[in-house]
């Protein structure tokens, strides 16, 4: 009994932690230490931005429609 609620917990919890994002690789602590050398298009751009662009563009969709569903944000 205990295993398979323990294998349940696990499933959910995997299942959680696939939704949200893995922020370390955004660490560009490499690159702040050698100064200016940080190059716009291979680390920024390609690396860090698309990525980050994927997870809020759906994310400010959703609360675009859960807020303008609201009464409060309604305007009639």
């Known amino acids: 009994m205990l295993l398979a609620l ?3 917990y696990r499933w ?3 299942r959680v932690l696939s939704a949200i994002p893995d922020v370390t690789r955004y660490d560009l602590t490499a ?10 298009g ?3 751009f390609a ?3 698309i990525p980050l662009l994927g997870y809020l563009l759906p994310c400010a969709i ?3 429609y859960l807020m303008n569903e ?3 944000a309604n305007p009639t």
């Open 70 to 72: 609201r009464e409060i």
């Open 47 to 49: 690396d860090t931005l």
């Open 31 to 40: 690159y702040v230490a050698n100064g200016f050398d940080i190059s716009w």
């Open 6 to 8: 323990d294998d349940a």
């Open 42 to 44: 291979q680390v920024l």
């Open 12 to 14: 959910y919890l995997r």
């Open 62 to 64: 959703l609360a675009y």
